[in-house]
C-alpha cells in the first residue's frame, strides 16, 4: 500500500533524481517554458514554487539556498532579480502544467510546464522565396 507516500520515483537513484529536478527547475527559470514527460512536469512544480517562494523572501540566506540548488549563478541572478519580482503580489500558483499529447517515439505523455507570466512568442519563419530568389540573382 503507497499510504502517504507522495511524488515520482522517475526510475531514478535519489541523487540521479535530484539532478535531475534540478536541472528542469534551471531550465525552466532560464527558458520560461519546457516541454517534458507529464510525471516530470509533476514532479518539478512543487520544487519550482518552493525556489520561487524563495527568491521572494530575497534575503541571503534565500539566496544561497536558491544558489545551491541551481545549476548557474546566472538563474539565481535571474529568479532574484527578474522572476521573483513579478510573483511578488501572488500566493501562490506559479506555474501551470498543460498536456501536450503523446511523444512520437514511445508514447509518453508530454506535457508543457510553463510560468505563469510567460509569453509565448512565434518564431519568425523565414521566407524561402528571399533565398531562392537570391541564388537565382548570382546565377
Do not use: C
Not at 520560461?32 to 514554487?49: H, S
Not at 521572494?56 to 540548488?69: I, M
Not at 549563478?73 to 513579478?86: D, G, N, V, Y
Amino acid at each position: 500500500m503507497r499510504h502517504l507516500k507522495s511524488g515520482s520515483k522517475l526510475g531514478r537513484n535519489p541523487w540521479h533524481r535530484r539532478a535531475t529536478l534540478r536541472n528542469l527547475v534551471t531550465n525552466l527559470f532560464e527558458h520560461g517554458r519546457i516541454k517534458t514527460t507529464l510525471t516530470r512536469a509533476k514532479a518539478t512544480r512543487p520544487v519550482a514554487e518552493k525556489i520561487i517562494t524563495l527568491g521572494k523572501k530575497d534575503t541571503l540566506a534565500a539566496r544561497r539556498q536558491a544558489a545551491a540548488y541551481l545549476m548557474t549563478p546566472a538563474m539565481t541572478q535571474k529568479l532574484f532579480s527578474e522572476i521573483a519580482p513579478k510573483f511578488a503580489d501572488r500566493a501562490g500558483g506559479y506555474t501551470r502544467i498543460i498536456q501536450a499529447g503523446n511523444r512520437v517515439g514511445d508514447g509518453a505523455k508530454v506535457a508543457i510546464l510553463e510560468l505563469v507570466s510567460y509569453e509565448f512568442k512565434k518564431k519568425e519563419k523565414k521566407e524561402k522565396g528571399k533565398v531562392a530568389e537570391a541564388v537565382e540573382a548570382k546565377s
